[in-house]
């Protein structure tokens, strides 16, 4: 019993420091996808394993089914104007936000992160709203699968796809464009996010912060590069 007792208390320490360091680790990465999960895991155990305390091993029995729920709901087609409505709104609250390399936060965050944490946040607003496994399913997936700027422009995944247009960012002709459209570098480097009123948004590593600016008035180093145009397929 002592042994258990040893066991429970060294899984229920690994798995709460786990908690602890990703708490305070700003990127979204290998540790973070595998580490966060098997902390969890760690610490779900460390519970069941508890004696005296059956009150606390029924709700643990139970917290994986519920958490399971949103995923297993049936799909429903998503409204792709509400998608990107939402989508772009979550991408303009991140204005000012700092860069990070390889964040996906509030507290910091890179360019290919800002329109991936956007996406992901308005997927989890409509399942929530509507109740649709698909869009929870679409967000798991977002998660889990980094996509860097090199990446959306290689239709990883099959999660965006190439619009036909490409050239100087400055000179590009937004008319056939729609606000939530990547704007990749061609090195594959760096992505900027059309918005609405000929606007490009980007964690812009110069400025180091998500700035909202123009071509046509600003002058950002970025808008003089060549870029290929893509499209997230979700939002089709």
Request: hydrophobic letters at 45%.
């Amino acid at each position: 019993m002592a042994m258990i007792r040893a066991f429970q208390r060294l899984v229920f320490i690994a798995g709460a420091t786990g908690l602890t360091v990703l708490a305070f680790h700003p990127y979204h990465d290998g540790a973070l996808r595998y580490g966060l999960p098997l902390s969890l895991a760690a610490v779900w155990c460390a519970g069941l394993l508890s004696r005296g305390r059956k009150g606390l091993r029924c709700v643990l029995l139970v917290l994986p089914v519920l958490c399971a729920i949103p995923f297993c709901l049936p799909e429903k087609p998503l409204d792709t104007r509400d998608l990107n409505r939402r989508y772009v709104a979550a991408m303009e609250r991140m204005r000012g936000a700092p860069y990070r390399w390889g964040g996906e936060s509030r507290g910091g965050i890179d360019c290919s992160g800002l329109p991936r944490r956007a996406l992901r946040d308005a997927l989890l607003e409509i399942g929530w709203r509507t109740g649709n496994g698909a869009a929870f399913r679409a967000w798991a997936e977002q998660w889990w699968f980094d996509t860097s700027a090199k990446a959306l422009a290689e239709n990883y995944r099959g999660f965006t796809r190439p619009l036909g247009v490409s050239g100087k960012l400055r000179d590009l002709d937004t008319v056939h464009l729609s606000p939530g459209d990547l704007a990749v570098t061609a090195d594959g480097r760096h992505v900027m996010v059309l918005l609405a009123g000929g606007r490009w948004i980007q964690a812009d590593p110069g400025p180091l912060k998500v700035v909202i600016e123009r071509p046509a008035v600003d002058r950002n180093p970025w808008f003089d590069s060549f870029v290929t145009v893509h499209r997230w397929m979700i939002l089709e």
